[in-house]
């Protein structure tokens, strides 16, 4: 069944051909296609309620709607942290005790997580509390490691903020960066840093 599939992209990069060719996959046409790798605004185009386009039960396509949800980091952290209050809420209106916090370690994978600018104040004094931590910033729209840095001393990030030429303020939200306790012995997969969002 998989040799039968059809495929279709907006991006021709060689090596999504490539794996396509390798599994038996036929090109396919705009009208028929089973599987479509579409870039993000393709993607919002074909799915818009102005198109009116639905898929088959046959089709799949590589993004999902509203999947910056999951996709930029600081929407990511702020669902995240939501979701843990929403099972604290139900836990405590089903029991009318707060559970234990063992209870929730499955979605206790997230490290201590700030949002900047936003979020600086509190990021600070939680810096303070532990001076000697190490922390990772990383912007919240980019990829492929973009942007990331490590830094120890609170100077860092202002430094870095003047020499960005950033001015850190609530109407200057287009340059938001996450910033997490940085983890000291991650998982890895053969020995290398992953994330999955699936």
Known sequence: MSRNLRWVTDIDKQCLVNNFDKRGWQRGTEDEWNFYWASVYSFRTIMSPESGYRLAETQ???????????????????????????????????????????????????????????????????????????????PTDKARGIGIFIINRLQQIKRWSRDAKIQWSYANQKDTYVVSRYIDDPLLIGGKKFDLRL
Do not use: C
């Open 60 to 138: 799949i396509i590589n993004h999902f709607p509203n999947h910056q949800e999951l996709t930029k980091k600081d929407l990511m952290v702020k669902n995240i942290k939501r979701y843990k209050k929403e099972l604290a809420r139900e836990s405590k209106s089903s029991s009318g005790s707060i559970a234990s916090q063992s209870q929730y370690t499955y979605v206790d994978f997230l490290p201590t997580t700030y949002t900047l600018p936003g979020d600086y104040n509190l990021f600070a004094e939680e810096f303070r509390k532990n001076p000697a931590s190490v922390w990772i910033m990383k």
